[in-house]
């Protein structure tokens, strides 16, 4: 099992930034992919960015430039950081690990999710 601990939401105005960190537990040595979704009302959950246990990293079209995904293995911590934020990314953004090869296992897991709003 992992557990997943995250930080750094909050309210920002447009244009301004953020950065979300996650912390992972348990059984760490067998995650292969970490990531972040987000989910704002009324739409459908959606992958921002993920970072592969050799550092290879995707991104979400609407956030590529803006979002950089990175990751500290020595604490088991993952972050986003996010400039140049706009209203439409107010979302409640969840931090996510899986031990598959691909977001589509059973092995994922997710964290508890952190607001994140932006103002207009």
């Known amino acids: 099992q992992v557990q997943l601990v995250e930080s750094g939401g909050g309210l920002v105005q447009t244009g301004g930034s953020l950065r979300l960190s996650c912390v992972a537990s348990?059984?760490?040595?067998?995650?292969?992919?970490m990531g972040w979704y987000r989910q704002a009302p009324g739409k459908q959950r959606e992958l921002v960015a993920h970072?592969?246990?050799?550092?290879?990293?995707n991104y979400e079209e609407s956030v590529k430039g803006r979002f950089t995904i990175s990751r500290d293995n020595a604490e088991n911590t993952m972050y986003l950081q996010m400039n140049s934020l706009k209203p439409e990314d107010t979302a409640v953004y969840y931090c996510?690990?899986?031990?598959?090869?691909?977001?589509?296992?059973?092995?994922?897991?997710w964290g508890q999710g952190t607001q994140v709003a932006v103002s207009s």
């Open positions: 996510a690990a899986t031990y598959g090869s691909s977001w589509l296992s059973s092995r994922n897991y």
């Open positions: 348990g059984s760490i040595f067998s995650i292969n992919i």
């Open positions: 970072i592969t246990r050799g550092g290879s990293t």
